[in-house]
Structures are given as C-alpha cells and as structure tokens.
C-alpha cells in the first residue's frame, strides 16, 4: 500500500508570530521555520504503518517555496522514501493547495493520504477536507486512531464530547489530530540517509491547476492587549474582587 | 441576498453557537434562514424557528446527517446554495469536518473562524493561533464562512419562523460511522458555558484533576477545561482541551489552576471577560493576562478559595 503525506513548511512552533510594521502580514525573515507539528504527526503515522508492514511506499509532497526541500528532508529523515517538491513562490489558499495535491494523487495513485489538520500559520482547517472532495474519496477528519485492514481503514475521530469510530474504503483522504502519536525526532544517521533519498522539484505552474488566491488580504493587525497582570493576595480577596468589582456573583 | 446558517445541534437540542452565529449572519443579510442537518431533529428545528431574525428554517433529516457524516451533509446543502450568497457555519469540530467539503464543492474560499463581519465580503479572522488578526475580502461568488462563535452575541429569542421539510440528499456510501462514545456531564457545554474552571499539569495526576478542578467547578456551577500538558498527560480528557489546537473559549470568568500559560494555551481563552489565575510561579505567563492572579499553591489556595465562596454564600 502507497501512502501520500502533504507537508507544509511554517513558523517554529515555538517562535511567536509578530505582525509587520506596515500591517502586510507576519514578518517571517531570519524566523526559524520547521514542518508544521501536525504534518509531523501525519508523516510519523506514515512511517508507522510501513513499519508494521501494511505500507509499503511513503511519498511526502510539499508546495511551496524552494526553501521547503527542507521540509520534505526531514520527512525523508524520518522515514519517508521519497518526496516531490512543487514549487512556487505564490501565497497559496488551502483551495489551491487541495488542486494541486489531487492533481498530485491523480498521478501517484496512492492509496491513503495522511495529513495534518491544519497549519499553524494560516489556521484554517480546510485543505484535508477539500482534498477528499475534490478527489470523491471518504474523508476522515480530527483522527486519533488508525486502523488499516482488508481494502478500508478504520479511523477513531476527536469530537465535541467524546470519540466516533468511522469506516471508510481506499484510497481515503485522513487528518491527523494532536494525539494521533508523537512523532519522533530524526536521527543523524536518518538523516544523513535523507540527503540521498530522491527529492523530485516540479513547477507548481506545470500541473495545471488554477492557484491563483480568491481572498484579498487587507491588513494584518496585532491583536488587542489585554490589560492584565492585578495580582490579589489570597482566596478572600479574590472572592471580593470578583463580587464587586466584576460583578461575577 | 439572502444567507443560510447550518445550525449546530446534537439531534436532541440546539447549541447556543448557532444563535451567535445568526448574529454573524444578520450583520451581513437580513434574510436569514437556518438548515437543521439531522435526524430525529424537529425539536431542534423548532428552536431554530424561534430565534429572533430568522425568516425560514429547513429540515433535512437522515440516518447519515444525524450522524454528522460530512459527505452526507456537504451533499445536502450545496444544492440550497444556489439560492444563497453566503453560508455560516458555527466553527465546532463538527462544523470544521464539512463545511471545506462545501467550499470545495462551490469551487469558492473557505474563510476559516471570522471573529468579525467588516462587510458582507470582508471579514476579521485570527491566524498564527490568534497572534495575528488578519482582515480578508472575497472576490468570490458565493461565501463559505465559518464563525467562532464565541466572537458574536447570542441572538435573543422571539421570532416564529416556519420549518420546511426538505430532501437530505445523497448519503456517503464510501464512509461508514460504526458508533461513537460520547461523555454524558451534567457540566455546562465548555464553549458555552458563563465560568470555566481549568486545569493545568501542575495536578500531577488525572485523580488529582478530579480532586481538585471539579469540586470547584461545581461549585460555581463552571464547566471544566484543561491545558494541552495536562490533556496529554492523560490527567483530563482530550475534549476538555481549551487553546489553539483544542476549543476556544470566551466566559464571563476564567479560572485558570496551576496553569503556567503557553502562547497556544493564551490562544484559546484570552477573549475571557475575567481572568482568574492561581499559580505558585509568580512567573508565569498566565499571570500577565490575569485580571486577578494569586501567586499561590493550588494545594493551599483552592480549598482556601473553596471556603471564601462558602462565606460568600455560595
């Protein structure tokens, strides 16, 4: 079995984003950048799977700029066999990135698609399931658990109040929730073997697909402040404060 | 131009969210009708008619829509949208699963959480975990809009709109639900509740959580939340998770226990009224956005805390 795993190089997850001064979007130069957390979960379940013998075949893919061959390195360190790069420096909305990744799945033909939730720089939650629709394949979203037997995969989801097991047939399109599993770190040796893994780079223009950005970013602003930091000195007074001055009871 | 809200409802009750989301939706129409998805649902359609505002509602009833089956509710709504221009989903974890599929289907943006309504394309949204807001307009035809709900004001009740039943649609015959384990809590929903009480990986263990958190919670009749740490520490559930990556919250009064204050824990209840936090590292960045911080071990201050509402005649 061929598994796709779509990653997406962002903002360090523990760098905080801090808006430009010209309100044009988040200053992203010289900040340290890394895969997106929850893509990592998807490429550690990947490389889960082919360990236990149920994958065969693990392809990362990555769309973005030539800095994010990166990215896809670290899936190759962390065991993916191979990884396509499809290149472009335009801003991508997750509608053109789920164009452009089942354009990818239409020529791969694999027969699972592990990604992440969502990204932690544009937070939208959209491209899995986008992806599933676009290519009419079930969809699974939120996963904690993976099960794959028999021509159907078996997903556990995180939901409002609790967990709900779904089935579904191959080839399915799954996102990776946070605790799906914790994804390891590359080794040196891994990761030296990654350098020699075959990384394919592409034009994003040559597949033929419409990228072009449906929303206009207007500005991007600083949230507000809240005016915190009144400390009170014990339980009493904290009950008082709450009574009178926020008129909580 | 009218808009259709796709109301958030566990087949039995309508949640709250859907209200606020039909604040949302009046900001950029007046023609507001509301789809209730489900099964078994009428009750909920007959809440939805009451809302203040709202001109229809529809009912679209199957096994696959009571279920929540995302191809089955993307395959009811996308051919109503030929009579809207916009569609406001509440951003629960159940809206987030289908509403991209009807963006995807309309071949149009999907604009993720608004927390505002500039115009009728032009919307206010958090990113980077809500340490940006960025300001987004749509050249599209038709608008695919999910709403944190905690973001608007409920819409009051007092309308008497009509309910129509409509055709489901095609269920999904590739995907299956085969059961789900939902925990039954006599707590207020957390994304809706007026307190919350929350727990961080200062409690140790899950027995401590309980010990600890829900006492207090009770008594100021709180739901219950918990930090990522202690969710992954297995000391709560994964739903009672609150921040960038769990549910966003926004309370009358937060109560933060033993919580030091991640940026993506902030993400999640940094729009609380109050801020409660006790915590024994007067350190921590929990305290910076604390209208009241007690710098204090949990151990001493909530049985203390405890006794304080007990005075108070709580």
Known sequence: MKVLVPVKRVIDYNVKARVKSDQSGVDLANVKMSMNPFCEIAVEEAVRMKEKGVVSEIVAVSIGPIQAQETLRTALAMGADRAILLQTDQDLEPLAVAKALAAVANEEKPDLIVMGKQAIDGDNNATGQMLSTLLGWPQATFASAIEVSGGKVKVTREVDGGLQNLELDLPAVITADLRLNEPRYASLPNIMKAKKKPLDIKEAASLGVDLAPRLKVLKVAEPAKRSGGAKVENAAELVAKLKTEAGIF | ?314
């Open chain 2, 1 to 314: 131009m009218a808009v259709l809200v796709i109301a958030d409802h566990d087949n039995a009750s309508l949640k709250d969210s859907t209200q606020k989301t039909v604040t949302a939706a009046l900001q950029i129409s007046s023609d507001v009708d509301i789809l209730v998805a489900g099964q078994g649902a009428k009750a909920v359609a007959d809440a939805a008619a009451k809302i203040t505002g709202v001109r229809k509602v529809l009912l679209a009833e199957s096994d696959a829509l009571g279920q929540g089956v995302a191809e089955a509710v993307e395959a009811c709504v996308v051919p109503l949208m030929g009579g809207y221009d916009a569609v406001l989903i509440p951003a629960t974890s159940q809206g987030k699963n289908f509403s991209p599929r009807i963006a995807a289907r309309l071949d149009v943006a999907q604009i993720s959480e608004i927390v505002e309504v500039v115009d009728a394309a032009t919307f206010v949204r958090p990113i980077y975990a809500g340490n940006a807001m960025e300001t987004v307009q749509s050249a599209d035809a038709k608008k695919v809009l999910t709403v944190r709900a905690t973001a608007f004001k409920a819409a009051a009740d007092g309308g008497s709109a009509a309910v129509e039943t409509i055709g489901a649609g095609d269920g999904a015959a590739k995907t299956r639900f085969l059961d789900q384990k939902l925990v039954k809590s006599a707590r207020p929903d957390l994304t809706a509740a007026r307190i919350v009480v929350s727990g961080g990986r200062a409690m140790g263990s899950a027995e401590e959580f309980q010990r600890v958190i829900e006492p207090l919670a009770d008594k100021l009749g709180a739901a219950v939340g918990a930090s990522r740490a202690a969710v992954d520490a297995g000391y709560a559930p994964n739903d009672y998770q609150v921040g960038q990556t769990g549910k966003v919250v926004a309370p009358e009064l937060y109560v933060a226990i033993g919580i030091s204050g991640a940026i993506q824990h902030l993400a999640g209840m940094k729009d609380s009224k109050y801020i409660v936090a006790i915590n024994k590292d007067a350190d921590a960045p929990i305290f910076q956005v604390a209208d009241y911080g007690l710098v204090s071990d949990y151990k001493v201050a909530v049985p203390e805390l405890m006794d304080a509402l007990t005075a108070a005649g709580l």
